[in-house]
């Protein structure tokens, strides 16, 4: 265990939290989506629905690149000599 897995553990927390959430709010806009159906609904999905999965991939590639990044850190950071910076 180093220093950094309280951290990374809270990081890969939040992002199970944040696909916890997309789901809900899928399945919330579904519910919604089946009693308003008028071209005010289709802008509103257009808008703000449908840019959602992708958004959410990116932030979970972001955090998963955050991740690896912050691991190699702390393996570098733990060499005693330091020979990855050199």
Aim: hydrophobic share 50%; aromatic share 10%.
């Amino acid at each position: 265990m180093t220093w950094l897995d309280p951290a990374l553990s809270r990081l890969i927390d939040g992002d199970s939290q944040m696909r916890e959430l997309a789901l809900e709010l899928q399945r919330a806009w579904l519910s919604a989506a089946e009693h308003w159906r008028d071209g005010r609904a289709r802008e509103f999905e257009q808008k703000f629905v449908d840019p959602l999965p992708a958004a959410f991939s990116q932030a979970a590639s972001a955090i998963a690149e955050f991740g690896d990044a912050a691991r190699r850190a702390a393996v570098a950071l733990d060499d005693p000599d330091r020979s990855a910076f050199h």
